[in-house]
């Protein structure tokens, strides 16, 4: 696997975009249903690109954004077939494989768009599905603050809880895992550290001595547990 991309199970992913694991397979590798005539197969709504190895699927960083996108579009009421024709339309104006990963896509409750540069530089919002090209004045823009975008305008780490929160998931850390960012330390290691600890501790106790056996504040060992309380909110 390259550096820097990042490695997410389906159920990794779920957590993280707080989805059934089932919907995020249907979502990354598409499926099929039944019915009297025989199967009709749906095709995934992205590119993945890691292999599959002894059975296990896995997405990357870039995948997992773009699963983000997705599940705002659907819960904003965008069909399957709109998201799927939007991601064919974006690929093919900013000549990628991941355009639901770009800075310039966007969505609102009515279609999905993006921003065009126009010939005197100027920014132009056009809807990428649905009927015509409507330059639009608003746009709901999710996670856009929770998301840092690199110099080549795809997204470079993910703030799940926020950017105050504390927790980033940066795929050049911890190969993509949830880090605490003031120390880079997995926010999954620090938790389990203070499960280990309480029994003979309490909670604070615990608390207190992780973050002395890794010379951190107790503050980082705290973002940690509240980071697990958000994923087990989700579930």
Do not use: C
């Not at 470079?156 to 880079?184: H, K, N």
Request: charge should be neutral; charged fraction near 25%; proline fraction near 6%.
């Amino acid at each position: 696997m390259k550096a820097g991309t990042g490695f997410y199970s389906p159920a990794e992913a779920a957590a993280l975009l707080h989805e059934r694991q089932a919907t995020v397979r249907r979502w990354a590798w598409g499926y099929r249903r039944g019915h009297a005539s025989g199967h009709t197969a749906h095709p995934p709504l992205i590119h993945t690109e890691l292999p599959t190895v002894e059975g296990q699927d896995a997405l990357t960083f870039v995948e997992l954004v773009e699963l983000l996108y997705i599940r705002a579009f659907e819960r904003a009421g965008v069909s399957w077939k709109r998201i799927r024709d939007a991601a064919r339309v974006a690929a093919r104006m900013y000549s990628t494989r991941h355009p639901f990963a770009l800075r310039q896509v966007y969505v609102d409750p009515h279609g999905v768009y993006g921003t065009v540069h126009e010939d005197d530089g100027a920014e132009s919002l056009v809807e990428l599905a649905g009927h015509g090209q409507h330059a639009i004045p608003q746009l709901v823009k999710p996670f856009l603050e929770q998301i840092d975008f690199g110099p080549n305008d795809v997204a470079r780490r993910w703030w799940p809880m926020g950017r105050d929160a504390g927790v980033v998931v940066d795929p050049l850390i911890a190969f993509g895992a949830p880090v605490v960012a003031d120390v880079g330390m997995r926010a999954h290691s620090l938790a389990r550290a203070v499960d280990a600890e309480a029994p003979a501790f309490g909670e604070d106790g615990a608390v207190d001595r992780v973050a002395w056996t890794y010379d951190i504040a107790p503050a980082h060992v705290r973002t940690a547990l509240h980071f697990r309380e958000w994923l087990r909110k989700a579930a």
